[in-house]
């Protein structure tokens, strides 16, 4: 039979609850996973042997709800662009109602470089960052 080591035993421990691990790496606890969440890196929170689901919300100028869910990212911030509408035309009898889209990020430097890359768009009316809200 072949020797064991104390790093092979630990591994190979099931996860217990409320325990965090960062993917690829062996198990943290829970207060490592809230520590080290607000590097934006991916971690996944077991609970009970399941993967936890975060959700977050963020609420733009016109009061719209913006929400977002996910299991291995922490978003601290929202764009929200808002498309300006488009009269009729031969393409489009009806015309394109006015719209917006949300993008969710890590960063609020992350969140403001997409911003800049929005704003050049000419069909770009106005472009909100909002903070994002765990739920």
């Known amino acids: 039979m072949a020797p064991t080591s104390k790093y092979l035993a630990q591994s190979n421990k099931s996860l217990r609850r409320g325990q965090a691990t960062r ?3 062996a198990p943290g606890s829970a207060a490592q996973f809230h520590a080290l969440a607000k590097t934006a890196q ?9 993967i936890v ?11 719209k709800v913006h929400k977002r869910s ?16 488009h009269p009729p035309s031969n393409l489009w ?7 917006s889209h949300a993008e969710w990020a ?4 992350v969140v403001q470089h997409n911003a ?4 050049k768009r000419p069909d770009v009316d106005t472009i909100e960052i909002l903070n994002a809200i765990q739920v």
Not at 42 to 50: A, E, P, Q, S, T
Not at 56 to 63: E, L, P, V, W
Not at 93 to 99: H, L, M, Q, R, S
Not at 116 to 119: F, K, P
């Open 70 to 85: 996910s299991t291995s990212h922490v978003y601290s911030h929202c764009l929200v662009i808002h498309f300006a509408a």
């Open 93 to 99: 009898p009806k015309g394109i109602a006015a719209c």
């Open 42 to 50: 991916r971690y996944r929170l077991f609970h009970d042997g399941v």
């Open 106 to 109: 890590e960063s609020r430097a």
């Open 116 to 119: 800049n890359r929005w704003r």
């Open 23 to 25: 993917i690829g790496e």
């Open 53 to 63: 689901r975060i959700k977050f919300q963020a609420t733009d100028a016109s009061g």
